[in-house]
C-alpha cells in the first residue's frame, strides 16, 4: 500500500450536496485526503434511491460517496445549523447544491459564511446557476442534456432525439467542479485568498460540448462527420464500431472488406467525397459488415492494424481479458451489497483492499463521530438528538 501523503490532507470540506453531481466532486476530494463531512438529511441524501437499492444504498451512493463521513441532521433545526455553523468556521471548502437562497436561510450562505471564514472556498451546484431566469427551475441529468442539445447528436434511427441512459452531464459537473476547487485550493494555498464558485449543470454541459457547439455555429447547423466511415456496424451475432480516420484507413478496410475497387472509386477516393457521398457508402459498408460475424470482423481489421472494438456490456468489459490483465477494476465487499466492483481513479493509488477511501457511508453513520469532534459533549450529543436536530443512524441501532 502506498505511503505517499495525499495531496488534500488536513483540508476540512463540508459537504451539503446530494445526488451526483456535489458529490462525485467532494468524492474525489476525499481520495485526494481530504477529510469530507457529508452533511444529510434525516431521511438521506435522495442519491441513495437511483436504481435498485441495498438498505439505504445503490450503486451511484456507493460510487459518489467513497472515503467520505456521514452526519445526518435536519438543517431547518436551529441546533442543527448552530453545529453547521460551527464546523464552517474552520471548513476550508464547502460545497452545497441547494436552488439558489436555500444556504442563507441556514445562515450558510457565501456571503454570510466569508463574514467569520473569509478564506473559505465554496462552490454551488446547481441546474442553470445563480442567476438568469431558470435559475429556480428544478432540473435532472436528463433535463440539461435535453436543453444543452446533446440529445440532438444522439438520434435513433427514426431521427428521434434520445438521452444518454446514464447521467453524463451530472459526472463531467463533478469533474468540472473537483478541478475548480483543486486550482481554488490552490489559490488559498499560494495567496491565502477565498473564492465563491458558480458550478451549474447547464454550464458545464456547455464546457464538455464546446466544439459541437462551435461546430453548429460555424457550418449554420449542418456539422459534418468527423470522417467517414465511422459508426456502428450490425454483424450477424451482434454489433462492431469501426473507425477510419486517415486515408490509409480507408484503403486498409477496402482490403479487408475485398472491395478493393472502392479505394480508387471516384465517389470514394478522398476524405472529401466521402464525406460528400456518405449517404451511399456507409449503406454499402453495413450491408457488407452484416455478413459475417463481430469477432471474424474484429480479427480481421486488428491484423489489418484497423481501429475497432466490438460492443459490449459491462459484463462483457469487465471480463474481458485486457480489463482483467490490467487490473482494472477492484472487486470489494461492501457491507450492503456484498461484493461490487470499484473501478480505479486515474492518478490515485490502486485500491489494495476495503478501507476508508473505499467505504461509502450509511445515513448518519459518523454523526456522534463528528460532532465530537468539532466539541460536543456525550450529553449536548444526546440532547441534539433527542430535539430532532441529528439522526442516529438507524441501521447502525438495529445491528445493536
Known amino acids: 500500500m502506498t505511503t505517499e501523503p495525499r495531496a488534500f490532507e488536513g483540508i476540512n470540506v463540508l459537504d451539503f450536496t446530494q445526488g451526483i453531481a456535489g458529490p462525485h466532486a467532494t468524492m474525489l476530494l476525499a481520495q485526494h ?14 442519491g441513495r434511491t437511483l436504481g435498485a437499492t441495498y438498505d439505504d444504498q445503490c450503486a451511484h451512493s456507493i460510487a459518489f ?32 447544491a441547494f436552488r439558489p437562497g436555500v444556504m442563507a436561510k441556514f445562515g450558510l450562505s457565501y456571503d454570510q459564511v466569508k463574514e467569520f471564514n473569509p478564506e ?63 486550482a481554488a485550493l490552490m489559490r488559498k494555498f499560494r495567496y491565502g485568498t477565498g473564492s465563491y464558485i458558480d458550478n451549474n449543470l447547464m454550464q458545464c454541459a456547455a464546457s464538455f460540448q464546446a466544439a459541437k457547439i ?15 466511415p465511422v459508426g456502428t456496424m450490425q454483424t450477424t451475432d451482434g454489433f462492431i464500431n469501426i473507425t477510419a480516420m486517415r486515408e490509409a484507413h480507408y484503403r486498409s478496410m477496402c482490403d479487408v472488406m475485398g472491395k478493393p475497387e472502392w479505394k480508387d472509386d471516384p465517389r470514394f477516393c478522398s476524405r472529401e467525397k466521402r464525406l460528400e457521398n456518405e449517404h451511399i457508402l456507409m449503406p454499402m459498408i453495413r450491408e457488407i459488415y452484416a455478413t459475417r460475424s463481430t469477432a471474424e470482423w474484429a480479427a480481421d481489421m ?29 472487486y470489494l465487499e461492501h457491507d450492503r451489497t456484498g461484493l461490487v466492483p470499484m473501478p ?18 450509511s445515513i448518519g453513520e459518523h454523526s456522534d463521530e463528528l460532532l465530537g469532534e468539532w466539541g460536543y459533549s456525550e450529553d449536548e450529543i444526546a440532547e441534539m ?4 436536530a441529528v439522526k442516529y443512524p438507524a441501521l447502525a441501532a438495529a445491528a445493536e
Do not use: C
Open 33 to 46: 485526503g481530504a477529510n469530507v463531512m457529508k452533511i444529510e438529511p434525516p431521511e438521506g441524501d435522495w
Open 65 to 96: 460517496n467513497r472515503g467520505k463521513r456521514s452526519l445526518a441532521m435536519d438543517m431547518k433545526n436551529p441546533d442543527a445549523q448552530a453545529a453547521a455553523r460551527r464546523m464552517a468556521e474552520k471548513a476550508d471548502v464547502i460545497v452545497e
Open 120 to 182: 473559505v472556498i465554496y462552490l454551488s451546484v446547481t441546474g442553470f446557476g445563480q442567476t438568469g431566469p431558470n435559475s429556480n427551475r428544478p432540473v435532472t441529468d436528463a433535463v440539461i442534456q435535453a436543453y444543452s442539445g446533446l440529445m440532438t447528436v444522439n438520434r435513433d434511427k427514426d431521427g428521434l432525439p434520445q438521452r444518454l441512459n446514464m447521467i453524463p452531464i451530472d459526472v463531467i459537473t463533478g469533474l468540472y467542479g473537483f478541478q475548480a476547487l483543486s
Open 214 to 228: 462551435m461546430e453548429f455555429y460555424l457550418e449554420k447547423g449542418q456539422s459534418q462527420p468527423l470522417y467517414v
Open 302 to 330: 486488428t491484423a489489418a492494424g484497423l481501429m475497432n472494438a466490438p460492443v459490449q456490456n459491462y459484463g462483457d468489459f469487465m471480463e474481458h481479458d485486457h480489463t482483467r490483465a490490467v487490473e482494472a477494476i477492484a
Open 344 to 361: 480505479h481513479i486515474p492518478g490515485q493509488p490502486r485500491i489494495e483492499g476495503a478501507d476508508a477511501l473505499t467505504h461509502s457511508p
Open 385 to 388: 438528538k433527542s430535539g430532532g
